[in-house]
């Protein structure tokens, strides 16, 4: 009964855009989070009720034809204030189906993406996973073993092991390129929301074309305390696979990732 009346208030309040108008589309532990959090403070914009609504990367939602994009309007409540509406769900930058699905309900969808140093993503992924009790493999195993273990997700994306090739950035952004210009997206660095998170935040504002936010702090959001540090010999593993996409990423965005090799 909550979520109908939410979706005839969207409908009945004259003053709320007609569309989301922008999504923070990844990388998963990349921030996203935080940056939902700066967000919705802001007195123009609107995020989601709840922060992941997972539309545009649910089959379900587009077997039969066209979507039902009520039922995804239904996961906003605007105020007559509100000039923009918008939600971050990280999975949609991996998920190869998303970026279609989203440029067939908005072209003219804004996307920011929040990119993390690969390695350190990966083990912060896994921490999550294990904290969750979704994966009782060491980190070592995991990501030795990722490729076996995301056949079991074929041919979709796997929502949970899948440490390693969420890390593989360029042909992401690639993906989210074929379908919009890149004058629609806005790529920042993760570590930037937290060490200038002002800067970072009136980039972002001014990409989505409202006022800056005023008194900025950074925010760290569902932070885990680790175990125990990554294992050397890991971090060598993901040193070696990630050896030509940081410098593919960096060529791409026109970035020093140096860091992130040796951080």
Known sequence: MISKLRGIRFFLNKQAPAQVGFLVAGTQKGGTTALDAHLRTHPEICMSVEKEVHFFD?????????????????????RPEHRLLGEATPFYMYCHEASRRIWEYNRAMKLIVLLRNPIERAFSHWNMERDRGAD?????EAIRQETSRCREALPRQHRVYSYVDRGFYSEQLRRLWRFFPREQTLI???????????ATLDAICDF???????????????????????????????????RWEIPALEQLLGWDCAHWRTE
């Open 208 to 242: 989505l074309d409202v006022a800056p936010l005023p008194d900025v702090e950074a925010k760290t959001v569902h932070q885990r305390p680790y175990a125990a540090p990554m294992q050397p010999e890991d971090r060598s593993y993901l040193q070696e696979v990630y």
């Open 188 to 198: 920042a660095r993760s570590e930037d929301l937290q060490t200038s998170p002002k």
């Open 58 to 78: 649910r089959d379900e939602h587009f077997m039969a034809g066209t979507p039902d994009y009520a039922r995804y309007h239904r996961a906003f409540d605007p």
């Open 136 to 140: 009782s493999l060491s980190f070592g």
